[in-house]
């Protein structure tokens, strides 16, 4: 394991010497206790799949499909919020949604507007979009709100905007990254990845190495993840297709981000690479205080040795206290059944039984189990 490293007073996580793949139990991140928490399925909330979860105190919202679903935290559903349809009131697709922190209120971005909702899921208001895109991101911060526009052409003239809650602009932010644009090319999923910790927003784009938090309308250094000859690009992604050269080795040979987030004393970092010759999703998991640092394919998961359940994907967090993911009832009851969890030793063998009980009630057609892993202080 590699000792922790600082650059300029920012803590230094150096993808360059990756270590051998292995396996991290969820007690070795500090993980103490977790629930399993089934999504109560109902004929008006039927989730055929999540894309992402947003939380807030109340409750928190599953996405995907152009679908959005509250929830409360013992998995029961309060409503569906927004329609999909074409009308002045409704959103013909979903670029982002975040939940307003000051009021719980719910805010949907879609091409050319915003649509604002009441904690309750009612309705409330539009406003235009500042940059009628169809993909961008948003995240609420103290400022306001701060969009992030794709720059899946190259020619973006401002990457961010901040924005207040009626839509209109406080500060543009340049495009630091112009590429050109030849031939059609690819859009890449983790161009910038949005994420709080700490009360912070934290933002990191695909072409630096530098994570950077927002605050008081600027951005600032806050850590850095080395990615070598690994990073790609705005030269490269223009030359993309047009080099024979590099027509292959794009994807195999450049990081594409995926998911990236704090917890705890921990980092975590999603992304398809290529490692020992296999292109795949891979996670990395570095301590900000000790010398963990680990690899593995994101599908295995963390072993999950509090329960001794299937292994864990971490999508998210809650609080700075919490990850969260998420478990389809086919796979849990399948996991269930394997001779890996009628011979595992968890630390809390007592909930073993209660969670085989709660498999074996589960229908393959439910909506996800919600999985709430809470960490030590």
Partial sequence: MDKQSTTKDHLLFDLRR??????????????????????????????PRINNIIVCNSYFLTYGNNSVNMFRYDGSFITEVGTKGRGPNEYLSISDIDINPENESIYIASVEKFLVYNKNGRFLRTFENPQKRERMSFKFTEDGILCYYFN??????????????????????????????????????GENIFYKFNNHLFKKEIYCDTIFSFTNTEFKPHMVIN????????????????????????????????????????????????????????????SKKDSLRA???????????????????????????????????????????????????????????????????????????????????
Avoid at 18 to 47: D, F, H, M, Q
Avoid at 259 to 276: A, K, P, Q, S, W
Avoid at 277 to 284: A, C, D, I
Avoid at 320 to 338: F, H, M, N, V
Wanted: glycine share 6%; hydrophobic share 35%.
């Fill in 18 to 47: 990756i270590p051998e793949l292995s396996t991290v139990k969820l007690s070795e991140v500090g993980a103490i206790e977790i629930r399993y928490i089934p999504l109560i399925t109902t004929p008006k909330n039927v989730i």
């Fill in 152 to 189: 899946d052409f190259g020619n973006i003239e401002n990457s961010y905007i901040l924005i207040d809650t009626m839509g209109q602009a406080i500060k543009y932010y340049p495009n630091r990254y112009p590429w050109k644009r030849k031939v059609p090319g690819v859009f890449y999923q």
């Fill in 227 to 286: 990615a070598g000859k690994q990073r790609l690009t705005p030269d490269l992604r223009s030359d993309f297709q047009t080099r024979p050269d590099l027509s292959e080795t794009t994807y195999q040979n450049y990081i594409t981000p995926y998911n990236l987030f704090e917890f705890g004393d921990h980092i975590y970092y999603e992304m398809v690479m290529t490692l020992n010759g296999s292109r795949n999703l891979y996670s990395f998991i570095g």
């Fill in 295 to 377: 690899m593995y394919i994101t599908e295995q998961g963390l072993t999950e040795d509090l329960v001794g359940g299937a292994h864990f994907w971490p999508r998210t967090i809650i609080n700075d206290s919490a990850l969260l993911g998420w478990i389809e009832p086919i796979k849990l009851k399948t996991y269930i059944a394997t001779k890996e969890f009628r011979e595992s030793e968890p630390l809390y063998p007592e909930k073993k039984r209660e969670l085989e009980n709660l498999a074996n009630s589960l229908k393959e057609t439910d909506n996800p189990v919600l999985v709430l892993v809470s960490l030590k202080n």
